[in-house]
């Protein structure tokens, strides 16, 4: 048994499914929105940014009670629980000081909550569809990189941010359809 997330109910891929899909159609909405409102660091957009981390931390919590339900455990959900509430206490205080700041704790979680959704990943491939959470992993390290990078350039912007999480959510997409493909024998 493996000690970093382990499951081993057949209806951990159906709980996955459901909360990837979920997790699709919320980032698609949060990215939209962070759109319409990321010229500036106003109420909306620190709201935003504060959220999104928030939510990650909820959809780790359902995961973690899925796996310990259907006997398994989640150590590395559990990490991710506190980098991401950790993000949420950053972007916070970094909101009050401009988005350079912004970029770079966010730049950070994203190196950090990738690391883990990609050990996650890579301990769940016995469940199908876990490719997808592999590379979103791989490719959140490499953003949250550029992330801090562009933290220090002339014109630090948040649009990136949206770009980030809509295919995030793409990833999560794509592992909720082929966890049903392996869940129906496809």
Known sequence: M????????????????????????????????????????????VTLLVVYPLFDVAAAIVDVRSAKANGGTAPALCVNIAISSLAVLGLAVAATSGIPDVLRVWGAWAVASGIVQLVAGAVRRSLGGQWPMIISGAISVLAGASFVAQAGSGDPTLVNLAG??????????VSALRLNRVRSGA
């Open 2 to 45: 493996d000690t970093l997330v382990s499951t081993t109910s057949p209806s951990v891929p159906a709980t996955l499914r459901t909360l990837y899909l979920v997790r699709f159609a919320f980032a698609a909405v949060w990215a939209g929105l962070l759109l319409a409102t990321a010229d500036t660091l106003g109420p909306v957009s």
């Open 164 to 173: 980030y999480a809509f295919l995030g959510g793409v990833f999560f997409l």
